[in-house]
């Protein structure tokens, strides 16, 4: 089972490389979602989160409702020793999950798997992967896409990419680098060659 570790920062167009990869048969799994999982109600990181912040970033301040994720975000991104504390209720139980996730595709024989995380490097998943991909885009052209496509100012989009590490720090541990500044048609025919080169490593 082949194993590739998937990131990119904001509106580089991971999902787009994303869509691509599971089209061409690769199991995905979004660290994303797993996060939203653990975090729900029924899942394993909510009472420790609840227990932790308190009931005021709970909705109805109810135990066994949804966490209110912008209140709780509130908190921890005024605070960097906050979200210290709530990766670390968070990202034990999240790495399990993806472990028990990487487990159950190589029973079923999966060939290519991907965890696809924006955290990835950050979070120590390379270890887990035989390869780590960096989706790659134009800084001008992340910006257009985050004012044309999500409604954000320029100011708003500049803070939220100036707000992650750099392109360049996650190309620096990157294995494949897929630049996506270009056409869709363009951005698949460097995925496909990427793909195949493992096939052929195999």
Not at 46 to 61: C, M, R, T
Not at 173 to 198: K, P, W, Y
Request: proline residues 3%; glycine residues 6%.
């Amino acid at each position: 089972m082949y194993r590739i570790g998937l990131t990119g920062n904001i509106a580089c167009g991971k999902s787009t490389v994303v869509a691509m990869l599971h089209e061409l048969g690769a199991a995905v799994c979004d660290a994303d979602a797993v996060v939203h999982q653990v975090q729900a109600p029924d899942g394993s990181a909510y009472a420790p989160i609840v227990e932790a912040f308190g009931l005021g970033i709970v909705q109805n301040q109810t135990f066994g409702m949804p966490i209110n994720r912008q209140a709780l975000g509130q908190i921890v991104f005024a605070d960097q020793a906050q979200l210290r504390r709530l990766e670390a209720l968070v990202h034990p139980i999240v790495r399990q999950t993806i472990m028990a996730w990487l487990e159950a595709q190589r029973q079923n024989n999966a060939q290519v798997v991907v965890i696809d995380a924006i955290k990835l490097i950050e979070s120590g998943y390379p270890a887990l992967c035989d390869a780590v991909w960096v989706v790659t885009a134009d800084p001008a052209i992340q910006l257009a896409r985050l004012i044309e496509t999500r409604g954000m100012s320029e100011a708003e989009a500049l803070l939220r990419i100036n707000a992650q590490n750099s392109q360049a720090d996650k190309i620096a541990h990157a294995d494949v680098v897929i630049d996506n500044s270009g056409s869709l048609a363009e951005t698949r025919r460097q995925v496909e060659q990427a793909f195949l080169a493992i096939q052929r490593h195999d």
